[in-house]
C-alpha cells in the first residue's frame, strides 16, 4: 500500500443519544450541523459524497470526499473543499437509492483525545462516538459519562453510507 495515500483511521461506537444536559457539561465542546449526500459511485471512486459543514453565526464550508475501505477501521480519504457553487453541481449526481443525511456533530476533548459525536434526527435513541487514530491498535480511554452500547469499529452496516439507506440506527 502507498504510505503517501491519505489514510483515515478511526473507531467507532454506537452510544445511548445524551441529553442535552449532558452536552452543555462537555469541556472544549464545538458544535457544527452537518448536511451530506452520497453521489453515484464511479470506477474508481466506490463511495463518493458531497458535505455541508457549519454554523448559522460562523458560516459553511463545503467538501467533496470519496473513500475506499482498506482494512479493519482504515480508509483511504481523499477530501478537498469546494465551492457553494460546485457542491451544488455535484448534488446533481446524487445517489438516488440513499436520502441525504443530517446531524449535528459535537467535537469535544476527554483525556487529550478528540471525539466526534454525531447526533441524527431519523434516532431518537442512540447516537454515534468516533476517535480518529494513528494506529488502530492505538489505546483509546472512553468518555466514562456516556453510555456505550456496541463498538462498531470495521463494520460497514453502520458508515453514514449505509444510514443514507437504512435511515435509522439498529442493534
Known sequence: MNSNLPMEIERKYIILKPSEELIHQFEQCQRSYIFQAYLKPEKNAPCR???KRGT???GFKYYYTEKTDVSF????E????????EFLTLLNEKDESREPIEKERICFKYFSQLFELDIYPFSEKYATLEIELDDINQSVTLPDFLEFV???TGDNSYNNYQLAKKRKIEI
Open 49 to 51: 459524497r458531497v458535505r
Open 73 to 76: 477501521g482504515e480508509r483511504i
Open 56 to 58: 448559522d453565526n460562523e
Open 150 to 152: 456496541k463498538d462498531i
Open 78 to 85: 481523499i477530501e478537498r473543499e469546494i465551492s457553494e457553487q
